[in-house]
């Protein structure tokens, strides 16, 4: 399978580096400003996304450009242009799941987003297939590497200045972080994983949420004394048939798995009837990890075993 | 699509149960001594196997029998007859893996056994995909409901016998449970994820192990003094090009995630590169969490979405 990628960022080289040394999948075009290109490789570099949209050899597009209007923009070009598409881009994924899960079951592509969520961890696939035999009733997580990685370094008594310095220096926040912080990105995270359990589109201005920098309010001995450890935690549960949402600080008991990830590591619960509670933990940052997951996709697009594209595929051969 | 269900013991009623309830699958058969029907279901029974294998319309079976012998017959029948074979038997699925693997390849069909391995987990399934992008260089696991449940009641003080009994009433032992007892369930289940790891028959009599009955050597309450907690625990690691096997207990420290593992719960940590290291938790044991994980394969089927039965269609659609 021919394929692009979109970006030659951290993520970007990562998912190069990988796909190089897969024989089923054959990189044809990086899109990024020709100065960045690696010498080994300048003959695929482009900055003219069309000649990507129009060379009908290339059948999957994986994007790791980051941002919103471009990215979007883009995401719709590729999908109407008959090619699968692939991305770590969670602003666009949080926005505008249901309109690009319709557009490219319309055009008979498959449009997968595993690395949006949840870094390594495939709770995409995960979560999709639990929901065909069980009920979802909630879901719990980690899923904001940044945030877990300073209160990792917190418990070992770093101050908050000390412990974001300490992330940023091992690539683990951004420099401009005040998105993770804030406490956005772990709302945009809960809200695609609300949408895939229950099918319901949810409005991130609605879900209460807290900054992590309400951590220094806390006694963090005192908690540590208690034998509990404090967690920066998203919530989805729903009651009869209202969806509740929440990003806050919880002081977890000891005892509690979830007291147990540290660092940049990831978790995620799903409560379920009637095959009871799962966790899934995996790296929630990183190049080579996260690039791990986007080749996943790519895989799961070769196999065909993405459920949207099976079923159009169906429609396709009918028509 | 129609299926027959063999087995109306604890797993099987649950399989049924569950599948009443979905649209997409038709239950036409179940195979079990007529006296244990259930009055709503009495046409459904037979105890006549060749009249399941030989009804054309049954595209799938799910074996829910146990045992060794009849359940290995009925596996080649089934497969041979061109019929998805699904099963939660680990004894066969340990012993047999790569020939009925090989022989559904050769008759076009699907081979699953999710349920054969860490219960409701889809271990088989992540398992096999992480492969696809990233070398797996260690597995560990609590792959025995009974055991586990025997050891966490121990942390509270209970003897083993005492412990023993109250997962025999609680349903979570067998009456004879000799087979986890000594270490035989979790050295199946880890040659099974071997087996898919790194494609390696493995020969179970090689494996390193003791009884859990040894817990009764080791002092409970100077370990947990120490802040540890004595675990029965599987694991598999690739060095070299050796596999080192073994099923052992082990004082796990208190920050060590599988530590707070408890009860009939079961866990698996892959270990790989690139991505890292992936923790799965979920329940070992119990009527409809098992036939949960069963259901999910049939799901699977359903959407091609195993890779076997994909390339197979292929190849069935250019003869």
Same mark, same amino acid.
């Given at each position: 399978?021919?394929?692009a ?8 080289r990562?998912?190069?580096? /990988? $796909? ?5 999948? &054959?990189?044809?075009? %990086? ?10 490789? /300048?003959?695929? *570099?482009t900055d003219n ?20 209007? *471009? ?5 719709i ?16 994924v ?12 319309q055009? $008979?592509?498959?449009?997968?987003y ?14 999709? @297939?639990?929901?065909?035999v069980?009920?979802? #009733?909630?879901i719990?997580?980690?899923?904001n ?6 209160? +990792?370094r917190?418990?070992?008594? *770093?101050s908050f200045?000390?412990a ?13 972080? +005040?998105?993770?912080? &804030? ?14 359990a ?8 609605? /879900? ?9 309010k806390?006694?963090?001995?005192? %908690?540590?004394?208690?034998?509990? #450890?404090l ?5 989805a549960t729903?009651?009869?048939?209202? /969806?509740?949402? +929440? ?12 007291s ?14 009637? @095959?009871? !509670?799962?966790?899934?933990?995996? !790296?929630? @940052? ?5 690039a791990? @997951?986007?080749?996943?996709d790519?895989?799961?697009i070769?196999?065909?075993r ?7 595929k ?6």
């Amino acid at each position: 399978m021919k394929i692009a990628v979109l970006g030659y960022g951290v993520i970007g080289r990562g998912v190069v580096e /990988i $796909c190089l040394t897969k024989k089923e999948i &054959e990189l044809v075009k %990086i899109f990024d400003r020709k100065e960045k290109f690696d010498k080994q490789l /300048i003959d695929l *570099f482009t900055d003219n996304i069309d000649e990507i949209l129009n060379d009908d050899s290339i059948e999957l597009i994986v994007e790791v450009l980051g941002g919103y209007d *471009f990215a979007k923009r883009i995401a719709i070009d590729a999908i109407t242009h008959h090619k699968h598409f692939v991305t770590a881009n969670k602003e666009v994924v949080a926005k505008d799941i249901d309109e690009l899960s319709f557009l490219a079951r319309q055009n $008979c592509v498959a449009f997968c987003y595993e690395a949006s969520v949840g870094g390594t961890i495939p709770i995409v696939k995960n979560l999709k @297939a639990l929901t065909l035999v069980n009920e979802i #009733t909630k879901i719990t997580g980690i899923l904001n590497g940044t945030t877990n990685y300073i209160l +990792s370094r917190m418990k070992e008594n *770093f101050s908050f200045e000390d412990a974001l310095l300490d992330a940023k220096q091992k690539g683990f926040a951004e420099s401009n972080p +005040s998105f993770d912080l &804030e406490g956005f990105d772990m709302m945009r995270k809960i809200a695609i994983l609300s949408d895939l359990a229950w099918n319901t589109k949810i409005d991130i201005k609605q /879900i209460k949420h807290v900054p992590v920098t309400e951590v220094k309010k806390y006694n963090l001995k005192k %908690i540590s004394k208690e034998k509990k #450890t404090l967690k920066y935690i998203c919530e989805a549960t729903k009651i009869d048939q209202e /969806i509740h949402l +929440s990003v806050q600080l919880v002081a977890l008991e000891n005892d509690d798995l979830l007291s147990h990830i540290n660092d940049e590591y990831n978790a995620v619960i799903i409560e379920t009837k009637p @095959a009871g !509670k799962f966790v899934f933990v995996g !790296k929630g @940052a990183g190049s080579l990890p996260t690039a791990a @997951a986007i080749v996943g996709d790519i895989y799961d697009i070769l196999h065909q075993r993405v459920l949207d594209v099976y079923y159009n595929k169906n429609l396709y051969k009918i028509q």
